[in-house]
C-alpha cells in the first residue's frame, strides 16, 4: 500500500516560516520524482517545486529565492523549506510521487496540509 503523509502545515504571519515534510511509503522512493503542488477553492492544483530522482529541481516563479525543496532518500522523506511567507502562498499543500513501476507510470498524491498565512 502507498501511503503519502504530509505533516508541518499551519498558521503562520507573513515574512515567518514553515517546513513542510511528506514520508512516503510503498515505491521506492530513490526513484521516484517528488513534487509539492498547492491549491485554494475554487482553483487549479499548481505546481510549487519539484526534486528529480537525481536531485534536480524546479520551482514556481512565485516561490522561488523563497522555497527549498529537498529530500532524504534514507528517510523516504521530502521536504518544502518555506520562508518569507506570503499571504497568497495560503493553499492546501499536496505532496506527489511519479515514477515508473512494472513498465506503468504511477502517481501518487497525499492528503494535503493545510498552510495558512496572516498579513
Known amino acids: 500500500q502507498v501511503q503519502l503523509v504530509e505533516s508541518g502545515g499551519g498558521l503562520v504571519q507573513a515574512g515567518g516560516s514553515l517546513r513542510l515534510s511528506c514520508a512516503v511509503s510503498g515505491i521506492t522512493f530513490s526513484r521516484a520524482t517528488m513534487a509539492w503542488y498547492r491549491q485554494t477553492p475554487g482553483e487549479q492544483r499548481e505546481l510549487v517545486a519539484s526534486i528529480s530522482n537525481s536531485g534536480n529541481t524546479k520551482y514556481a516563479d512565485s516561490v522561488k529565492d523563497r522555497f527549498t525543496i529537498s529530500r532524504d532518500n534514507a528517510k523516504n522523506t521530502v521536504y518544502l523549506q518555506m520562508n518569507s511567507l506570503k499571504p497568497e502562498d495560503t493553499a492546501v499543500y499536496y505532496c506527489?510521487?511519479?515514477?515508473?513501476?512494472?513498465?506503468?507510470?504511477?502517481?501518487?498524491w497525499g492528503q494535503g496540509t493545510q498552510v495558512t498565512v496572516s498579513s
Open positions: 506527489s510521487a511519479v515514477g515508473i513501476r512494472g513498465g506503468l507510470r504511477y502517481v501518487y
